[in-house]
């Protein structure tokens, strides 16, 4: 997805420059309203995703002083707003009904003639 590998691109610069690594994020985080903002959303989780893994992954034992230290000073910050985005995106899927998948089969055999419910209680299946 290019917009992961544009924020991986963006942090492997500030790394290598030797400064400390920021993410711009959006504070205002609110439910989905459609499958567009759902996307953003998805993206930023995997950004996200991406920055906590880089903190771990990039950690240097600070005891080995010849070897310049890398800070990721938003990793709490991230976390937390991870866990409230992940949150968020659930909310939105349940509300949109597109969480519970016998909900929409259920619509989709009522539409349709065959009803595989019936019959596997004849059984027909």
């Given at each position: 997805d290019s917009v992961v590998m544009s924020s991986l691109l963006e942090?492997?610069?500030q790394y290598a420059k030797g400064e400390s690594v920021q993410?711009?994020?959006d504070t205002k985080?609110?439910?989905p309203k459609d499958?567009?903002?759902l996307k953003e959303m998805e993206d930023m989780h995997r950004i996200f995703a991406l920055y906590q893994w880089l903190s771990v992954r990039m950690e240097v034992d600070?005891?080995?002083r010849d070897i310049r230290v890398v800070d990721f000073p938003m990793r709490g910050l991230v976390e937390s707003k991870s866990e409230e985005l992940a949150t968020l995106m659930g909310e939105g899927l349940?509300?949109?009904?597109?969480r519970d998948p016998k909900?929409?089969?259920l619509k989709?055999?009522?539409k349709g003639e065959n009803n595989p419910t019936k019959a596997n209680e004849k059984g027909d299946l």
């Open positions: 942090y492997a610069v993410l711009v994020m985080m609110q439910l499958d567009k903002s600070t005891a080995d349940a509300i949109a009904g597109r909900k929409k089969a989709i055999c009522k």
